[in-house]
């Protein structure tokens, strides 16, 4: 254990039995301890997008496959209609 790992109090947690199986099986999966399991769980979350990003994103790539969708489609018609 490191000094700084030394200097971080303790902190109790109960997990329901199988939260806490999942949650080791998953630790062992990664080849880490349950607490740095915990802990990368815990930070991943933080990191991840707000929902509203989400939203903005999702909207975003909605109307990006629809335009393209669009495009496509008219391309087809076109070359369809053409007689050449």
């Known amino acids: 254990m490191s000094e700084s790992e030394k200097r971080i109090p303790p902190f109790g947690l109960r997990l329901p039995p199988d939260l806490k199986s999942?949650?080791?099986?998953s630790a062992d999966e990664a080849n880490r301890s349950m607490n740095a399991e915990i802990i990368a769980r815990l930070e991943a979350s933080f990191d991840a997008p707000s929902r509203e990003e989400f939203e903005a994103t999702k909207k975003w790539a909605t109307e990006f496959l629809r335009a393209a969708l669009d495009n496509a489609v008219e391309q087809i018609v076109t070359e369809k209609n053409d007689p050449s």
């Not at 999942?22 to 099986?25: A, G, H, L, T």
């Open 22 to 25: 999942r949650v080791q099986k």
